[in-house]
């Protein structure tokens, strides 16, 4: 691997910012202090597993290594009881806001720790009565809804394995993967709201279940107010409901059970169902919510994501409710139906700590300063981000206009949490870096022989110990597992990142190690040209991409949105311009494509695999599903052949 580049070097150079005084948590201070201080990983995993309500006490921490471990065995726990009944039996938190949630149309409700306790208790037991038994796969297809939390913790009560289908998905999307993950039950809203739209959810998925056999029942959550007649198999909410009120007590299970699936979009056509485990998603996403956010009294923790993003789960539907968290939850776009969304949302609801992707930032810088300042936040204590890399200069524009701390955080699908960043009222901050491991992770960064590269070289970013919430098996395909994480470097885990450690022991992700591109011999990451891009102060947001060239054998191309006052033909030159003087000739961008969209997730992660196929292929070769707007693939084409 190659050292970084200058522009690289610019950045990780910068000195640490020490938290502001008035940032600092002091008990917080105190407390990760003694979480580094415990011996060994399982020590402190063992103190994680101490602030959980267990119904059998454990025999032993771990078992196993990297590749086949186990945790707590012996002891039984329901997640559902950690995040839900133990608050709902506390005189003191049964009446806190559970969930604070907000409707794209405008509809406002709050929902208790007592009240959602006794919602999922019902929940439960009304799909008993439909048949699910422990071990069964439910599907839950629905949008940003308060159900959806019930929904996923009367799962977790009665042993049942849920997964999430992401509501932007279509027929097909929502067929194969039911067919993958054998869903004997699904739970759907019949349409969900965005950008003014209502999407037909239980149309989509009376479509999909055609091709999918094993769904016998269908629980249907009435949205709109307007639902029409069920059909055969399927069963109104508020009848499950109905049918469980006498409820149903949360079964003890093994920690180390499958909780749920969360399949992984890609170029396979096959959809990869990653799988998590009971109590290690529990207890690892509780530590998540800890340390990266933290309740403080009076806290409304908005995670701005998408439920069938696993950052929900991880920061709100479990880790949040399991730290007796606030949570605000809202259904639609956050530029709908203006651009002051985001703020009003902040405003109307009080809240105090925000999670979001880095695109979130971006658009409210887009919108500008002028919006910003008309719409103060003075509540706002945090905003933590997570999805994609953060570029210095959003960094620095967030952290000035809101004057919070910004905690930037890296972690995966497979690793179930995110496991390095600065810990919220801590820890100090650097523009563009993840901080260091948190308690409980080890890593190391090595070259593509496996051997430990030195501070500054960029290498492949691999996990060298077990935690809790990593992946444990992919559904139905062990093999799968073993051979797309551990092959490559036996013993470790490879996240298939690349990463840079700094003289301040800060860690650099750069991106998937397959974006690293070879051009005429110089290895560098998209991400890194993409960063400098998108340092162009004529640059609202960018991609970059590598392509297959004849001579070269990779080029970059980008693709950016421009602020609205830029004359398109003059910035595509001095873009051009600035990525040779920041990074060198070697770096020049073979293309600069202007844009005024760009395909993304519903969580706003930018599908650069569908920007390389348009201009390899002139089609999108992969998955599509997981896409917001499918609009933004016909404005992109068109930029790439004018």
Known sequence: MSGPTDSLSQLIDRPLQPLRPEWIVPERVEALRAARAFPDPDAYWEWVAGQQRWSTPWRTVRSGDLEDFRYFEGGRINVADNCVDRWAEDPATRDRAAVVWKGEPGDVRTVTYAELADEVSRLAAGLLALGVARGDVVGIYMPNLVEAFTAIHACNRIGA????????????????????????????????????????????????????PSVRATVVVDRTGDAAALDAGEHAWADVLERGAAGTPAVPLDPNDPSFLIFTSGTESKPKGVVHSVGGFLLGTWANAHWQAGYEPGDVYWVAADVGWLTFPIQAVVGGLACGMTIACFEGALDTPTPARFYTICARHGVTKVLAAPTLARMLRKFGDDLAAAHPLPGLKLITMQGEPLDADTFEWTSSTFDVPVVNAYGQTETGSTWTYPVYGVEPLKAGSVGTPVPGHTFEIVDDEGRPVPTGVKGNLVLTAPFPTLARTVWDDHDRYLATYFSRFPGRYATHDEAVLDDDGQLWVLGRADDVINVAAHRMSTMEIEAVVTAHPAVVEAAVVGVPHDTKGTIPIAFVTLRGDVDAASARDEIGRHVVAEMGGYARLDAVHVTAAMPKTRTGKIMRRLLRDLVVHGRPTGDTSAMEDPAALDVVAAAVRS
């Open 161 to 212: 394995i849920y997964t999430v289908l992401f509501s932007g998905f279509g027929e097909e999307a929502v067929a194969s993967r039911l067919q993958a993950a054998r869903a004997s039950v699904v739970i759907v809203a019949d349409a969900s709201y965005r950008r003014g739209r209502r999407i037909p959810l239980l149309e989509t998925l009376r479509a999909a279940r055609k091709r999918a």
